[in-house]
T-cell receptor
Framework: NAGVTQTPKFRILKIGQSMTLQCTQDMNHNYMYWYRQDPGMGLKLIYYSVGAGITDKGEVPNGYNVSRSTTEDFPLRLELAAPSQTSVYFC?????????????????FGPGTRLTVL | AQKITQTQPGMFVQEKEAVTLDCTYDTSDQSYGLFWYKQPSSGEMIFLIYQGSYDEQNATEGRYSLNFQKARKSANLVISASQLGDSAMYFCAMRENNGGSQGNLIFGKGTKLSVKP
């Protein structure tokens, strides 16, 4: 298993440009997530998906869009890039296990994409 | 209010000694999970250990153990016999179960651990 893969690893964008960050997982996980990590901070959730065709906003969704047409892929789209979107972006996937109240999941992360907007 | 608090921005430990990284959390849920992740300088996030709020015993995974004190709302990570490769950022995270509908994973700001030879 490759696990969670992300492309590209690095990217520099100019203000106003658009791009798509790719994320693929081969573990057949239903849940997928996009996070951003700003310098010296923990991760903040941008968007997540509980299955193909279903997406929802996280804590910091503004300026981003996602889609989930297959179980494996969860691309993140940046429209009109801004310097505030300079960050490291992580994709993650997980599966849920157990019954409530012991139900939980464990998230496995991709290697990250370092994005700079100038 | 912060949901996850890691009060140690940085820590040093001598190689082969044990070290405890602190994490306190805030939740009104009875059902929740606590996680620790390691982020080495290469940047990837590596899952280390999980503790469920209903688990009766503290979680252990090799050299990692979680000192879970529910009444104090603390979930400290203990690394035994530190190795140079343990030098990294360590993040504590929590997921609330919201009565069956899982909440999102919330991260602390991290603790940078440096292991001295």
């Amino acid at each position: 298993n490759a696990g969670v893969t992300q492309t590209p690893k690095f990217r520099i964008l100019k203000i106003g440009q658009s791009m798509t960050l790719q994320c693929t997982q081969d573990m057949n996980h239903n849940y997928m997530y996009w996070y951003r990590q700003d310098p010296g901070m923990g991760l903040k959730l941008i968007y997540y998906s509980v299955g193909a065709g279903i997406t929802d906003k996280g804590e910091v969704p503004n300026g981003y869009n996602v889609s989930r047409s297959t179980t494996e892929d969860f691309p993140l789209r940046l429209e009109l890039a801004a310097p505030s979107q300079t960050s490291v972006y992580f994709c993650a996937s997980s599966y849920s296990w157990g019954d409530y109240p012991r139900r939980t999941d464990t998230q496995y992360f991709g290697p990250g994409t370092r994005l700079t907007v100038l | 209010a912060q949901k996850i608090t890691q009060t140690q921005p940085g820590m040093f430990v001598q190689e082969k000694e044990a070290v405890t990284l602190d994490c306190t959390y805030d939740t009104s849920d009875q059902s929740y999970g606590l996680f620790w992740y390691k982020q080495p300088s290469s940047g990837e996030m590596i899952f280390l250990i999980y503790q469920g709020s209903y688990d009766e015993q503290n979680a252990t995974e090799g050299r990692y153990s979680l000192n879970f004190q529910k009444a104090r709302k603390s979930a400290n990570l203990v690394i035994s016999a530190s190795q140079l490769g343990d030098s990294a950022m360590y993040f504590c995270a929590m997921r609330e179960n919201n009565g069956g509908s899982q909440g999102n994973l919330i991260f602390g700001k991290g603790t940078k651990l440096s292991v001295k030879p």
